[in-house]
């Protein structure tokens, strides 16, 4: 899968609609004058809004062009809310990308088109190489699904307290001070309860209102990415090494000996 990168950039807002037929051409369904196309993110260049509909298509719409937008090719990975889909169509005004029943089932995208409601989600386009590192590495692969429990205002920051159920396989990973991806924000865990079930981030005001996370209420569902070095070290640790038969080496003392290296 591809990586993305958490940093700063310019940022512009977007809009998203899935659609059911992907030669369905015009982008003209939403009322664009309700957002601010000045407003600018902290972690992620873009924001966007979806409307799920019955359709697996979701199609992306630039208010205005963001700066990466030439660059947008078939087949690339754009993260939304963390998520890493696939560039299945795109034109001057945006792109189309799919949505696996796998994807639908183990992100929060499956909620959001149960709701048919309309939500504002980040988007970050893979990291190329060359591109400033401001965070931690990403894959767009989505390890379980949280929910906000509460966001309290503490001047002039923000402390988020989230919660997941004690068997989601993000748990294992929790560790106070580790790095932990929300809806593809680069965060860092400030603490974690002994179950490792809860945990809290402190987020600086430009974070705060420049991504989706000033849109969630008690309840909103978020999309949770445990650390990659995390998932690995524990592989390495709690799994049984498998064996490999290898053939003996024809290399011993004896070859040494009568090639004049012994």
Known sequence: ???????????LQWKAEPLGDMTEQGFGRYDIEKFDPQMTTYTFRNLATHNPQPARNLRIRYLSSP????????????????????????????????????TLQRTTLSQLETSGQEAIVNLE???????????????????????L???????????????????????????????????????????????????SIAVIPLTYEQTNLNYLQPGSLVNLEADILGKYVDQLLHHPKRSVSTPESEIDLSFLQTHGYA
């Open 1 to 11: 899968g591809s990586s993305f990168l958490i940093h700063i950039h310019e940022s």
């Open 125 to 147: 386009p893979s990291l190329r190489a060359g591109d400033k590192i401001g965070g931690h590495f990403a894959t767009g692969h989505i390890d379980g699904i949280g929910y």
């Open 149 to 199: 429990e509460e966001a309290e205002s503490t001047p002039p920051f923000w402390t988020l307290r989230f919660q997941l159920p004690v068997h989601s396989p993000v748990v294992r990973y929790l560790v106070p001070k580790g790095s932990i991806a929300i809806n593809g924000i680069s965060l860092t865990i400030a603490n974690c309860n002994e179950q490792r079930t809860e945990f």
């Open 67 to 102: 700066a990466f937008a030439p660059q947008v090719e078939l087949g690339d990975s754009i993260a939304v809310d963390g998520i890493c889909l696939t560039v299945e169509q795109y034109t001057s005004e945006g792109f189309i990308v799919a949505t696996s029943p796998e």
